[in-house]
């Protein structure tokens, strides 16, 4: 399940933008007052900018993010009529919308599997041997090969739920791992599993 919470592919769409450098949580922390004042892409271009700053402050970086919110709002209200786009091709044109963020929402809002490559997925692909590639729309095209394209993006937010709780990057809770006995990189990290325990997270707020 993914971990942002939303509605709409609008609302999905905006929390992605502002997830960037920034825990799911505290997204969903901010989003709510968010999307009761700006409902739609056309409030949204609308936005008074200070008003918007404010709102969007504990997601970091929101001067950026202000700028690519309001040019997002109004982009989709000039070529698409208000309606988020439902392809790849039409998503990545959008101002801020990388694949990353456009195979989050085409899953998770519209049904259509897509590969989600952020840094906890590519990271663990090439643990567990899946592929050596760095770049990530390569690790997307080389996961993808492996698997049926139906489950794409089951496959994603399960790599990526591990990857922020238990495969961290510099020590994973190797000995507190349900898939440790197929892993290629089992050792990496402490395999006592009193040891790996104390490793286990939630994400961070």
Same mark, same amino acid.
């Given at each position: 399940?993914?971990? +942002? $919470?939303?509605?709409?592919?609008?609302?999905?769409?905006?929390?992605?933008? +502002?997830?960037?450098?920034?825990?799911?949580?505290?997204?969903?922390?901010?989003?709510?007052?968010?999307?009761?004042?700006?409902?739609?892409?056309?409030?949204?271009?609308?936005?008074?900018?200070?008003?918007?700053?404010? +709102?969007?402050?504990?997601?970091?970086?929101?001067?950026?993010?202000? $700028?690519?919110?309001?040019? +997002?709002?109004?982009?989709?209200?000039?070529?698409?009529?208000?309606?988020?786009?439902?392809?790849?091709?039409?998503?990545?044109?959008?101002?801020?919308?990388?694949?990353?963020?456009?195979?989050?929402?085409?899953?998770?809002?519209?049904?259509?599997?897509?590969?989600?490559?952020?840094?906890?997925?590519?990271?663990?692909?090439?643990?567990?041997?899946?592929?050596?590639?760095?770049?990530?729309?390569?690790?997307?095209?080389?996961?993808?090969?492996?698997?049926?394209?139906?489950?794409?993006?089951?496959?994603?937010?399960?790599?990526?739920?591990?990857?922020r709780r238990r495969c961290h990057a510099?020590?994973?809770?190797?000995?507190?791992?349900?898939?440790?006995?197929?892993?290629?990189?089992?050792?990496?990290?402490?395999?006592?599993?009193?040891?790996?325990?104390?490793?286990?997270?939630?994400?961070?707020?």
């Amino acid at each position: 399940k993914c971990e +942002l $919470d939303f509605t709409t592919p609008y609302e999905l769409l905006v929390a992605t933008v +502002l997830s960037a450098q920034c825990t799911d949580k505290r997204v969903n922390g901010v989003t709510p007052a968010l999307f009761k004042k700006y409902p739609n892409t056309k409030k949204l271009a609308a936005a008074n900018r200070d008003d918007l700053e404010a +709102l969007i402050q504990p997601t970091g970086f929101f001067r950026a993010k202000t $700028d690519t919110l309001l040019r +997002l709002g109004a982009d989709v209200n000039e070529r698409f009529a208000g309606e988020i786009p439902h392809t790849l091709d039409a998503l990545v044109s959008l101002p801020g919308v990388g694949r990353k963020t456009a195979n989050v929402v085409l899953g998770e809002a519209f049904g259509v599997p897509g590969i989600t490559v952020d840094t906890h997925f590519g990271r663990l692909a090439r643990r567990f041997g899946w592929t050596e590639e760095e770049d990530p729309v390569k690790v997307e095209h080389a996961v993808g090969a492996l698997f049926p394209k139906k489950d794409w993006t089951n496959v994603s937010q399960l790599v990526i739920w591990h990857g922020r709780r238990r495969c961290h990057a510099r020590k994973p809770a190797c000995g507190a791992c349900n898939v440790s006995q197929w892993c290629p990189a089992f050792g990496e990290g402490p395999t006592d599993a009193a040891q790996a325990a104390k490793l286990i997270r939630e994400p961070r707020g």
